[in-house]
Structures are given as C-alpha cells and as structure tokens.
C-alpha cells in the first residue's frame, strides 16, 4: 500500500495560480503512475492531469495549456501547477498512485477559486 499525502490548495482570485504537491511513502517502488483528479460539488471525480514513470504527461482538455504536472523527489512526488484558473476549477483535488494491483488516493485539498 502506497500512502499519499497532499498539499498546496488554497483560495485564489480568477487567473491566479496554485502549485499543489503530493508525496508517496510506503510501496513507492510498486508505483508505476501518479495523477490528479478533481471533484466539484454534485459532480464525478474526474481526471486532470496524469502522469507515467516511462510516459507522456496526459491531460484533460480543461487542463491542457493552463497546468503543468511533473514528478519530483525520485519519482515520489507529483506536482501540479496551475496558471490561469478559473471559477470552474474549484474542486476537491485528489492525488492517485497506480501500482500494478490497483491504486490508492490521497486525503483530498480543496482548490477555490472566487473572485
């Protein structure tokens, strides 16, 4: 089991930016992908940026061109900035770590973003 801890959410005004950070400890070496997904109130989590030891980041077409993920610390952190964000990207954001035998998910940080 892989345990996930998140960081970096926050308010921010309209076009403001968050850096959001999530550290694997446990099985870190059964992990072969980390990513982000998001949560709105009455909606499905949904995915917003992913990432693979070997691969491409992938993104949702939301996050495309604004958030950037990228790995840190040996392969053990995943972060994810976002530049330009926007009411809609409020949201619960969950960190996910994807072994071979399934996955865990992290606590959860709330992301606001109001005017």
């Known amino acids: 089991q892989v345990q996930l801890v998140e960081s970096g959410g926050g308010l921010v005004q309209p076009g403001g930016s968050l850096r959001l950070s999530c550290s694997a400890s446990g099985r870190v070496f059964s992990i072969y992908g980390m990513g982000w997904y998001r949560q709105a109130p009455g909606k499905q989590r949904e995915m917003v940026a992913t990432l693979t030891t070997t691969g491409p980041a992938n993104y949702s077409d939301s996050a495309k061109d604004r958030f950037t993920i990228s790995w840190a610390n040996a392969k053990t952190t995943v972060n994810l900035q976002m530049n330009n964000l926007k009411p809609e990207d409020t949201a619960v954001y969950y960190c996910?770590?994807?072994?071979?035998?399934?996955?865990?998910w992290g606590q959860g940080t709330q992301v606001t973003v109001v005017a």
């Open positions: 996910r770590a994807d072994q071979n035998f399934g996955y865990d």
